[in-house]
Structures are given as structure tokens and as C-alpha cells.
């Protein structure tokens, strides 16, 4: 499966964005699916992430602001960022898990996309 995010951008402290991962290849509906940024400098930390049943996970730094969905029929993974940080400035990647629930550890997704980038500015 390949996967391209999209959606970043610049904003300011407050501000809301959504990002879009496109799968293709493949029908996303049996992956697990992650969010992870990754700062300069800095590993790539997990977000967020949606099962293939839906179940949903987040880091909670992160926790009542961001809200991840998947659209199968759209082959597509959404994450609704509110009340952006600047430390939450980076790259953000989606990536697929072959695995039935939801994993924090970035080596459990196999498969990645391009990434995109989001700066809050303070």
C-alpha cells in the first residue's frame, strides 16, 4: 500500500488544521492506521491511530483536540487537529500496520508515505 499525507501547512497557536492520508495500492479498510510527527532532531513519535475496527488511540499530549477517522470507501485516513501548539511543529507521517489494533511503537508500521509538514507559530 502507498500512502501520501497532505493538508499541513503554517498557522498559529489556536488554530485548527486537517491532515489526509491517501492510501493506494491497496484498500486501506485492513490496516491499522498511525499518525506520528517527527521534530528535527527528534524521532518519530506516535499521535494518534484508528484500527481496521475502528478503535481509536492517542498520545496524551493530544488527548480532546485531535480526532483521527478513516473513510474506506475514500481509502483515506483523516486527522482533525484543534488548539495547535508550537511544540507540536514537525512532520507529520501516516503509516500502516498490519496489525489488528492500534501500536505506538513506529517500527510495527511497515508501510509509510511522504509525509507533511505542520509549524505552529507561537
Not at 39 to 44: D, F, L, T
Not at 46 to 55: K, M
Request: positive net charge; glycine residues 12%.
Amino acid at each position: 500500500v502507498q500512502l501520501q499525507a497532505s493538508g499541513g501547512g503554517l498557522v498559529q497557536a489556536g488554530d485548527s488544521l486537517r491532515l489526509s492520508c491517501a492510501a493506494s495500492g491497496r484498500t486501506v479498510r485492513p490496516y491499522t492506521m498511525g499518525w506520528f510527527r517527527q521534530a528535527p532532531g527528534k524521532v518519530r513519535e506516535f499521535v494518534a491511530g484508528i484500527s481496521r475496527y475502528g478503535d481509536t488511540h492517542y498520545t496524551d499530549s493530544v488527548k480532546g483536540r485531535f480526532t483521527i477517522s478513516r473513510d474506506n470507501t475514500k481509502n483515506t485516513v483523516y486527522l482533525q487537529m484543534t488548539s495547535l501548539k508550537p511544540e507540536e511543529t514537525g512532520v507529520y507521517f501516516c503509516g500502516a500496520s498490519d496489525l489488528g489494533m492500534v501500536v505506538t511503537a513506529a517500527a510495527r508500521y511497515p508501510y509509510w508515505g511522504h509525509g507533511t509538514q505542520v509549524t505552529v507559530s507561537s
